[in-house]
């Protein structure tokens, strides 16, 4: 049975990042995805690119030649705007001064960090993002080695910042090894993210995978499907997304004898 899938992350466009390197390529992702029930996906490039100065236009401008190539190859997929956002201390900035997309022109934006420092101005740019009405979605929180090491962080982003967290549907089928497949099953089981898409960069390299990835969250956390799906599809219309019951994570054993005996040698 074919389901009816949004994927709202994916670097489809031509020529643009590190995603389909030929107009080919783009289109038979979208026809693998179209063949497998995606009926909308965002396409949302990295910024920033290099040696691009005009960012907003030139992806625009991208996405529209994509959006002709299918609908002549006789596609009937959406293609929706967006963007993945590599943050720094001018990203609200480039907000206020709409030189940055949002999700299918949603208050809703996808942003990541470098993928080994956590930046120490990251609550302030969140304070000034929401501030300006945006609704933030960070990317695969389960491939940061910071995060991997420590959840804490991820209580506050969810629960004192309002965040939305959305895996990778590779990660569950271990594209990025093994500590990052633990690490995305571990924040599934806490109740911790709301949306789940394929980050799909090509035909060959890191290959549609959504379909796979609700399946195994399926398994894993029942009626976890049901709740990527719907939230999705709330982000395209811009209205808020469904969450999990949070779980905290008991330490174990072993942590709790080790930390007993060190708050004992300070008394």
Avoid: C
């Avoid at 990042?17 to 490039?45: I, P, R």
């Avoid at 924040?187 to 709301?194: A, D, K, M, S």
């Avoid at 719907?230 to 779980?247: D, G, Q, S, W």
């Amino acid at each position: 049975m074919v389901i009816i899938m949004i994927d709202l992350h994916s670097h489809i466009l031509t020529e643009v990042d590190d995603g389909a390197a030929a107009a080919e390529e783009s289109l038979a992702v979208l026809k693998d995805m179209e063949a497998k029930g995606v009926k909308k996906v965002a396409a949302t490039s990295h910024y920033p690119l290099y040696e691009i100065d005009n960012y907003k236009e030139f992806i625009l401008e991208k996405l529209q030649q994509l959006r002709q190539q299918a609908k002549l190859a006789g596609l009937e997929i959406e293609i929706l705007s967006g963007s993945e956002i590599l943050i720094d201390r001018k990203t609200a900035e480039l907000f206020y001064r709409d030189q940055l997309l949002t999700i299918n022109e949603t208050d809703y934006i996808l942003l990541e960090t470098y993928l080994n420092s956590y930046p120490d101005y990251f609550p302030d740019l969140i304070h000034d993002l929401k501030a300006m009405g945006y609704q933030i979605i960070i990317a695969h929180p389960e491939r940061y080695p910071y995060i991997q090491a420590d959840f804490t962080l991820l209580y506050q982003w969810v629960e004192e910042y309002g965040l939305n967290l959305m895996l990778n549907s590779s990660s569950f089928i271990s594209e990025h090894g093994s500590k990052t497949k633990e690490t995305a099953e571990k924040i599934l089981e806490l109740g911790l993210p709301q949306l789940m898409a394929s980050d799909t960069h090509g035909i060959k390299k890191r290959t549609f995978s959504l379909d796979q990835g609700l399946k195994i969250a399926e398994s894993l956390k029942p009626g976890s499907k049901e709740i990527f799906l719907k939230n999705a599809e709330a982000v395209t219309k811009n209205h808020e997304l469904e969450k999990f019951e949070i779980k905290r994570e008991e330490k174990s054993i072993l942590k709790k004898f080790f930390s007993f005996f060190s708050s004992s040698k300070n008394i």
